[in-house]
């Protein structure tokens, strides 16, 4: 099987995204590679796919240990045999998973850093087939990075007991040079391929929030309310600062659960999975939730305090929006977050000279150095949070990459110069004007509605005899360009639905009404001077509703989260493409031969469903 076959029955997916394309090549040629991307570019690909080709297993050296089971069981769900070993496992299912893994049952198998040197492992590597070493979150080994972790420091132990060596294979989403040097140094990757892809999320809204401690909460609840009904991350800085927020939400009805170390393993998974399964949508936790979580729809991350470090935020920030569609990630930003993150770094300077004796502590004289390089970077944090440049701008710049102009127009900085103006009169007639196209018997496609707007006299007008309309011309002062943008502010707020692609067709929601009535107004917030603005997902609200009935039926069916079966963004291009055989489900992103096979027929009729009732 070639790779573009494998990518597109194993994984759903039509090509490779930037940057995947050459991994795959190296790590199929036998060669190193070290790939630094961010969250949700897409790193797994890179190193699944070369293990479902190459001779013999592959082994992923992983610190998610309560993510493994996840990991692993979306492989399964690709059809690519996988398994995990960790303390999570009792002695008995350990033996069991290698005594198969000698048997060549599996293509990847998951491991802790700290199994790697047991006496058991080192048996089972020294006999079996190990075609690659992939080693995720590859920042750990760096002193240089957020998350040191001295047990990474046993891979190359590992790989240099092995008979032959293997490919290894390196992902990170840190991209300081210095990390990236020491990834290299420490593994031992010989003449890597590197492919550094951009860290630029453009689908990812960023704020900050200069706010005091008494300003907070309302902060944090007016922020919610933009967010009504999505899911989202509020992280925090301590453990008792997840316990109030997250009580004050659920004293206000919000369906929030919380996150962090200092709960029982069995509530930390307990709430984990109500988040993933979306029953409780807002996850209140510590920075100990979230590494390797893969939920494709969160819409926000709020920061209710400042991290400590730019690397830390934005992979925090960066599970909003996995998915592709518009999210938003804000930080609140108080004037004791500094010194309290000022606290807890010279605490963790303390634990780790006392634990210098554990498989994850440091001797006094590397805890001082570690301590001095955290303190510049939550100085360099503090400084992001100053509100004085583009957001995105300062981030990328501090990843090491350059930036071309000088606004984002994405960010709150570079929004701050935005007006909002009063829209609902405009609302009121494009809305009238679609109602009025229909009264006559006609379908309103969208070109037909912008002529009878502006006050055009096409031929579509004069053939339908539509220039004697009340609503005719009455938004003649208005360009094209402005009637597009605030048709998908239309269609955000639900007031306005369009279906097909070509020819799209506008329909007035119920929602509508009290807007038309003029119960409700309609505030829209305009640039300085005229930008084009972002075309909106052409997929009306109802129907993702619909589709996501369907798919939190097949998750419960199949007992996994509901992104385990697809993404919103398969969701949405299900809409959008409305497949209705099997060759053209194949073409919908996020769908392969496994998941057609599973779900196919669910999905074909969720569509033809949707056909019915547009
Ligand atoms: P990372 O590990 O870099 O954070 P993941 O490997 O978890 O990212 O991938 C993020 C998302 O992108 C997943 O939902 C995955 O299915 C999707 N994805 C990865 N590669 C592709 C591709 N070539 N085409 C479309 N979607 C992809
Ligand atoms: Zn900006």
Not at 256 to 285: C, K, P, W
Not at 482 to 492: H, M, V
């Amino acid at each position: 099987m070639d790779k573009y076959t494998a990518l597109q029955t194993y994984f759903g997916h039509d090509a490779f995204r930037e940057g995947q394309e050459s991994l795959v090549d190296a790590l199929l040629s036998g060669r190193d590679a070290l790939g630094i991307m961010p969250t949700g570019a897409g790193k797994s690909v890179c190193y699944q796919l070369p293990a479902l080709l190459l001779e013999g297993v592959t082994l992923v050296i992983s610190p998610l240990i309560a993510l493994m089971k996840d990991q692993v069981s979306a492989l399964v769900q690709n059809g690519i045999p996988a398994a995990y070993l960790n303390s999570s496992l009792s002695a008995g299912q350990q033996a069991e998973v290698l005594r198969r893994a000698q048997q060549g049952a599996y293509r990847l198998i998951y491991v802790a850093p700290e199994r790697l040197l047991t006496e058991r492992f080192l048996a089972f590597v020294r006999t079996a087939p190990i075609a690659m070493v992939t080693v995720d979150e590859a920042h750990c080994i760096s002193q240089w990075g957020q998350d040191f972790r001295p047990s990474y420091l046993d891979i190359r132990t590992l790989i240099d007991a092995l008979p032959t060596r293997p490919v290894v294979s390196a992902f990170t989403a840190t991209a300081t040079e210095q990390v990236q040097q020491d990834i290299i140094r420490l593994l031992d990757l010989r003449q890597p391929c590197l492919v550094r892809t951009s860290f630029d999320r453009k689908n990812l809204f960023f704020g900050v929030q200069t706010v005091t401690k008494g300003e907070k909460e309302d902060a944090m609840l007016g922020f919610l309310a933009r967010h009504k009904g999505e899911s989202g991350i509020i992280y925090c800085i301590s453990r008792k600062a997840v316990e109030e927020v997250c009580l004050t939400l659920q004293n206000l009805g919000l369906p929030a659960t919380r996150y962090h170390a200092g709960l029982s393993q069995e509530e930390r998974q307990r709430n984990q999975t109500e988040f993933l399964y979306d029953r409780a949508a807002i996850m209140v936790a510590t920075n100990a939730f979230g590494m390797g979580i893969d939920k494709s729809n969160v819409s926000f991350v709020l920061h209710y305090n400042m991290p400590q470090n730019l690397e830390s935020y934005y992979q925090e920030a960066g599970r909003a929006g996995r998915d592709g569609t518009p999210a938003e990630c804000m930080l609140l930003y108080g004037k004791g977050d500094i010194m309290t993150n000022k606290f807890l770094l010279m605490t963790n300077k303390f634990l780790l000279a006392r634990n210098r004796d554990d498989a994850d502590g440091v001797d006094e004289a590397t805890a001082e150095l570690l301590y001095r390089r955290n303190l510049s970077k939550l100085n360099r944090m503090a400084d992001y949070c100053s509100g004085t440049r583009c957001l995105r701008k300062d981030l990328l710049t501090y990843f090491g990459e350059q930036t071309e102009g000088e606004s984002c127009g994405n960010c709150s900085y570079c929004l701050s110069g935005y007006r909002t103006v009063d829209r609902t009169v405009e609302a009121q007639k494009l809305l009238s004007c679609v109602l009025r196209i229909r009264q006559r018997g006609y379908r309103p496609a969208q070109a037909l509605v912008w002529d009878c707007l502006r006050g055009i006299s096409s031929e579509a007008v004069m053939q339908l005899r539509l220039s004697d309309l009340s609503t005719f011309g009455l938004l003649r002062e208005m360009r094209e360009e402005e009637l597009n943008a605030l048709r998908d502010i239309l269609i955000t707020y639900g007031y306005l639905s369009v279906e097909g692609t070509a020819l799209p067709i506008l329909t007035v929601t119920e929602r509508a009404r009290a807007l038309l009535r003029g119960q409700r107004t309609l505030s829209v917030r305009v640039p300085p001077d005229p930008v084009g603005r972002q075309a909106a997902v052409t997929v009306s609200p109802e129907q993702m509703q619909a589709l996501k009935a369907v798919r939190t039926r097949l998750a419960k069916r199949a007992g996994v989260p509901a992104f385990v079966i697809c993404s919103d963004a398969t969701l949405i291009d299900l809409c959008v493409k409305r497949p209705h055989t099997r060759a053209e489900l194949l073409r919908v992103k996020g769908i392969g031969v496994a998941k057609a096979d599973k779900y196919g027929s669910e999905l074909l009729a969720a569509v033809r469903q949707l056909d019915r009732e547009p």
